[in-house]
């Protein structure tokens, strides 16, 4: 760790930042050429925020890709007899669609804002671990490149996300698409686990004086839930991923029925990390609409201790869920029953979630932002998901749903409806805060409409389709077969197509909202434009690297609330008068600075450390040679690493501090 030293003589101040003139020659000035400025500083980064914008950015991408895959499976469907995908082409499409939403979107999206959110709401300078930080961020970006370069390589994984034995053998796939897809979700896998680690011990030890668990916003709860999701998922994924890898590479035996063995052992394996991998994708989505629905409804969230106890409900139960996606496969009565009855179980800490973000509303003074609209849609459109997700408890209604387009709606109105509307939410809540800039309301709105227009065009008809019988994953439908009237399916995959098309038009709103609102001559955001509750609002826009002047001390949940609002009701009622400003508090928070503040220095062996692995990874699929390379670059990187010294090196001091003033930095290694 490098240390800041604040000298307690000489302080001046420039506008709102201080600057700080140090007198002691022996220590001088902390100088950090290589993290100050240009490509650098985010390729040898350790500093969460910056790795939460790398995040973001990099899902996005995936975001796109993943995108692009989704409209060509839709103009597949169409019409009869598609002719623009061949067969194999379509399952390769709709494999690493699914993938590379759930896998290369969604989780990392959610771990962008877990990146940059968590250290700020509980008052900490960064994550627990920042080179672990940095190395799992390598990890899911090498891990996402080297999982699509299949599609250059003699093509992509087609065997479905779920990748079911026999199936996903050499037999039926023989293709190298499968082992790159399973060696890629090993990598990043490396980048959830150890970002699960990274952010439990954050969010256990490293809260701000007077932060107990029942004052950290929500947000930050559910988060810590999910990685204690990922804690004890992503082994058994990986457990399943390695007996497949050893199944295809090594003849291993593990699902052969030949040998003795059961292909049932994957599904099993699949969906108990696969049930809990749903909730490990919408809670992210939960606490983000938790801070904001308080925001723009005026008051504070109904119910606190209710929707944090839920969240961690949902956690647990989840795990006792995972065989309803098995209903089909004979598991026999007595496990059909115990799965049905745990699956209307997890509906109920749901449901209270939704009652709470009700009784939020209710009586508000809301404020429609595009924020706020996310928000309610992810409710409304979540509960459509999670009622046709009840379905799937009845045993005889989830075999006739089982593999029809029944279920892609109900998968997409969760996944979708839920993780991603509420994703966007927090794109334009905390935006201001991560870049600096409010985007556009205008086409924030055109954003919001063009996604729940055509993703009710595009999933709802789903619905219709699947009961009528039109099977998941088949690449062609004919005329023959289109039926007639209301239920023609022709007419209904016609219009799930034309809603992808809208639902498209409405993600590329966002991407011009943020070319207008980053253009030249916009205005910087106000420092809290949206008068917010909670602690990472107490630090300039966007924060400083070091987050805060002054370590806070938390008295209340929604701290920075009460330290703007004065209760000055009477006999249990609650009157709030305004007393400072958000600037008032900031400026308060400078003029008292700690002295010491330490802050960690950047690195590269993470970058190194990660590149070993899809080395490694091509070396399993083409030679030998690679996987000594591979081993070469990992034991020079961890030794690398190890050997880093903890100090700073005094050719990174500068022994003559100017005498003018100079604001402190921090040492270049370390």
């Known amino acids: 760790m490098a240390i800041i030293e604040r000298p307690s003589t000489d302080v001046a101040t420039t506008g709102t930042a201080p600057v700080y003139v140090t007198t002691d020659t022996t220590y001088g000035v902390f100088r950090r050429p290589v993290q100050s400025e240009g490509w650098t500083s985010w390729l040898f980064t350790v500093d969460h925020k910056k790795l939460g914008i790398m995040y973001g950015v990099t899902a996005m991408v995936f975001f796109v890709i993943g995108g692009l895959e ?69 990890c899911f970006l090498l891990g996402g490149i080297f999982l699509n370069t299949s599609w250059f390589l003699g093509g992509a994984a087609d065997g479905g996300w779920f990748m079911y034995a026999p199936n996903s053998s050499v037999t039926f796939s023989p293709t190298n698409g499968i082992d790159f897809w399973l060696l890629g979700l090993l990598i990043t896998g490396i980048a959830s686990q150890t970002g699960a680690i990274n952010l439990i011990v954050t969010a256990l030890n490293m809260r701000a004086p007077g932060m107990t668990l029942m004052r950290m916003p929500i947000f930050t709860w559910m988060i810590l839930v999910v990685q204690f999701l990922l804690l004890f998922a992503i082994p058994v994924i990986t457990v399943a991923l390695v007996l497949l890898m050893f199944q295809r590479g090594f003849d291993a035996t593990f699902f052969s029925v030949e040998a003795g063995a059961d292909p049932l052992l ?184 063009g996604m729940i227009i055509g993703m009710n065009l595009t999933f709802g008809p789903m619905h219709i389709i699947g009961l009528q019988g039109q099977p998941r994953r088949m690449y062609v439908w004919t005329e023959a077969r289109a039926g007639e009237g209301f239920f023609n399916l022709g007419f209904w995959n016609l219009v799930s197509t034309i809603g992808s098309v809208v639902l498209a038009f409405g993600i590329l709103f966002f991407f011009i909202n943020i070319w207008v609102s980053h253009r030249k001559g916009t205005q910087p955001a106000p420092l809290d434009p949206w008068d917010a509750r909670s602690l990472e609002w107490l630090t300039s826009n966007p924060p400083k690297e070091h987050n805060f002047d002054r370590t806070p001390t938390v008295h209340a949940l929604d701290e920075v609330f009460h330290r703007k609002y004065e209760d000055r009701g009477e006999n249990g009622q609650h009157d709030y008068v305004r007393v400072a400003t958000t600037e008032e508090l900031l400026a308060e928070e400078e003029a008292n600075a700690d002295s010491h503040i330490h802050l960690p220095a950047p690195s590269y062996w993470p970058l190194v450390l990660a590149f070993s692995l899809p080395v490694m990874a091509y070396g399993v699929i083409y030679s030998t040679l690679l996987i000594v390379a591979g081993a070469g670059i990992l034991a020079l990187a961890m030794y690398g690493w190890a050997m880093e010294p903890s100090y700073a090196d005094p050719s990174d001091y500068d022994p003559d501090p100017p005498s003018g003033g100079a604001e402190l930095e921090v040492a270049n290694r370390g």
């Open 70 to 138: 989704a409209m060509l499976i839709r103009a597949q469907l169409a019409g009869p007899d598609g002719t623009i995908l061949s067969a194999d082409r379509y399952n390769q499409m709709f494999t690493m669609h699914a993938t590379t939403m759930v896998f290369l979107f969604v989780m990392p999206m959610a771990a962008a804002f877990a990146n940059f959110m968590v250290p700020l709401q509980i008052g900490a300078r960064d994550v627990a671990f920042p080179r672990i930080n940095a190395f799992g961020f390598w």
């Open 266 to 449: 994957w599904q099993h394996l699949f969906w108990i990390f696969g049930h809990p991998e749903v909730y490990i994708l919408v809670l992210p989505a939960f606490g983000i609409i938790s801070e904001v629905l308080p925001v723009f409804s005026k008051k504070p969230l109904f119910g606190y201790p209710f929707v944090v106890f839920s969240g961690a409900a949902i956690g647990f139960v989840g795990w006792g869920v995972w065989a309803h996606h098995m209903f089909a496969s004979g598991l026999g009565p007595v496990s059909v029953a115990v799965f049905s009855v745990a699956t209307m179980a997890i509906a109920v800490p749901t449901g209270v979630k939704i009652i709470n973000w009700t009784l939020t509303m209710w009586g508000g003074k809301l404020r429609f932002t595009t924020a706020m609209l996310f928000a309610v849609g992810l409710i409304i459109q979540f509960t459509v998901g999670g009622l046709s997700g009840v379905t799937h408890a009845v045993a005889p209604s989830d075999t006739q749903q089982t593999d029809t387009y029944y279920i892609v709606a109900h998968l997409h109105y969760v996944i979708f409806g839920g993780a991603v509307l509420g994703l966007f939410a927090g794109l334009y809540y905390w935006w201001p805060k991560i870049f600096g800039k409010v985007l556009n309301e205008s086409w924030g709105k055109a954003n919001f409409w």
